[in-house]
C-alpha cells in the first residue's frame, strides 16, 4: 500500500510504501531508544509487520506489570464519611446538615492505580486491538483489555510521559508507555485499508514533515557511538553582532537547527537540517535559494575564535525522495555545503544503510 496525492506545495513524497511510514515512526519513537538491538533490528526488518511485533512486546511488558502490580498514585476525593479521614470540609459538612446525621464531608488523597500513565498504557490496548488481524493477538489484547477494566483503570489518548516523575520504583513504566506512545502513532497510516493506493489525509503533510525531521534525529542518536560523537538537537543559534539597537531581538530571525552531529575524536562538526519539499526551485533544476542562504547562514553566522570546530564545521540539507538519490555538495569560504536526498520507496535496509552512508563523512 502506498500514500498517494500529497497537496501540491509538497511534490517529492507522492508514493512512500505504508511500511517505510512506519519505519520513520520506529526511528522517531522513544521506543527506538528503549528496546535492546537485537529487538531493534527485528523492528528494522519487518516494518510490514510493526503491529504485530509491537503487540507481541506489548504484552509482554504490561503482563509483567501485571505481576508485579502496576504502578500506583494519590487521588484527591471528596466524600460525605461516618468518620474522619484527611481533612474536614467545614462549609460542605454544615451547608448539608452532616453533622445531624452522623456524617461529615473530608477532602482526602486515596491510593489508587486509576492514574494517568495506567490509562494512557490502557488506551493504548484499545487502540492496538482495532488494528490487530490475527486473531490469538487480538485474544490476548482483549484479555489485558479485561484486566484493566477489571482493576477499573480508565482510558486516555493523550499523556506525557516526560512530564511525570518516575523513581526507582515505576522506572521501569517508562518502556511501556513508549510502546503505547507507538501504538497511537501507528494508528494513524492505518487509517487507509486495502491494497491499494489511496489518497492521502490533509494532516498529513505537516504531519509527515515533522516525522522526517524527528525520525533523523532518533536515527542518529541511536547510531553514533556516544563516546565518540555529541548528537543534539533543535538547538537555537544566536546571531554574532556587536552592536544593535534596544528592539533588534524582536525583529531578528530564529536560527534552530535540526541536528548538530560532532565527531569528538577528529573535531569535525555536521549541521544538519531536514527539508520535506522538493529539492529544487519550482520549474527549475537549481536548488531552492532559500535554502542554500539558510544554510549559509547557519555555518557563517556562527563563527567564533574561541569554538575552533565553527570555523569549519560542515552544513547538510537532507530532504526525502521518490526514485531519485542526490548526493552534491560545495566548499563556500572554508565550509562544505551538503544537498543530499533520501529515497523512501527503497527497502528498509536500504534506507537504513543510505543513511549510515549520507553521514560516513562525520
Known amino acids: 500500500m502506498t500514500l498517494n496525492h500529497l497537496p501540491s506545495s509538497n511534490n517529492t513524497l507522492n508514493k512512500i510504501p505504508i511500511r517505510n511510514i512506519w519505519l520513520l515512526l520506529l526511528y522517531a519513537s522513544d521506543l527506538y531508544r528503549d528496546i535492546n538491538e537485537q529487538q531493534r533490528v527485528k523492528f528494522e526488518e519487518n516494518p510490514e509487520k510493526i503491529i504485530d511485533l509491537i503487540a507481541e512486546l506489548y504484552f509482554k511488558v504490561v503482563n509483567d506489570r501485571f505481576r508485579k502490580s502496576l504502578s500506583n498514585g494519590y487521588q484527591s476525593r471528596i466524600d460525605t464519611l461516618t468518620r474522619v479521614r484527611g481533612k474536614i470540609d467545614n462549609f460542605g459538612t454544615a451547608r448539608k446538615f452532616l453533622l445531624e446525621k452522623g456524617q461529615v464531608q473530608c477532602s482526602y488523597n486515596e491510593l489508587t492505580c486509576n492514574i494517568p500513565k495506567n490509562q494512557y498504557i490502557h488506551g493504548a490496548a484499545h487502540v492496538l486491538f482495532n488494528q490487530l488481524t490475527d486473531h490469538n493477538l487480538r485474544n490476548e489484547c482483549k484479555k489485558i483489555i479485561n484486566r484493566f477494566n477489571r482493576l477499573k483503570v480508565g482510558q486516555l489518548k493523550n499523556y506525557n510521559y516526560k512530564a511525570d516523575y518516575f523513581d526507582k520504583y515505576n522506572r521501569q513504566d517508562i518502556l511501556l508507555l513508549s510502546i503505547a506512545k507507538l501504538i497511537f502513532e501507528l494508528s494513524i497510516p492505518t487509517e487507509f485499508v486495502g491494497n491499494h493506493s489511496v489518497n492521502i489525509l490533509n494532516k498529513t503533510d505537516e504531519w509527515l514533515r515533522f516525522l522526517f525531521e524527528k525520525a533523523i534525529v532518533g536515527f542518529c542518536q541511536i547510531h553514533f557511538d556516544h563516546n565518540n560523537y555529541s548528537i543534539s538537537s533543535g538547538t537555537q543559534f544566536k546571531w554574532q553582532y556587536t552592536q544593535s539597537t534596544n528592539n533588534i531581538e524582536k525583529f531578528m530571525p530564529n536560527m534552530k537547527t535540526d541536528l548538530i552531529i560532532e ?37 557563517r553566522s556562527q563563527e567564533q ?58
Open 305 to 362: 575564535i574561541n569554538d575552533p570546530l565553527s570555523l569549519s564545521s560542515s552544513g547538510m540539507l537532507l530532504y526525502p525522495t521518490v526514485n531519485k538519490s542526490i548526493y552534491e555538495h560545495v566548499i563556500i569560504q572554508g565550509h562544505k555545503l551538503i544537498f543530499c536526498t533520501i529515497d523512501l520507496t527503497q527497502d528498509p535496509q536500504s534506507i537504513k544503510t543510505s543513511l549510515l552512508t549520507l553521514f560516513s563523512d562525520i
Open 263 to 299: 565527531n569528538i575524536t577528529t573535531h569535525n562538526r555536521l549541521i544538519i537540517d531536514t527539508k520535506c519539499t522538493s529539492i529544487f526551485s519550482k520549474n527549475s533544476s537549481s536548488f531552492k535559494t532559500s535554502h542554500l542562504y539558510q544554510l549559509y547562514a547557519y555555518v
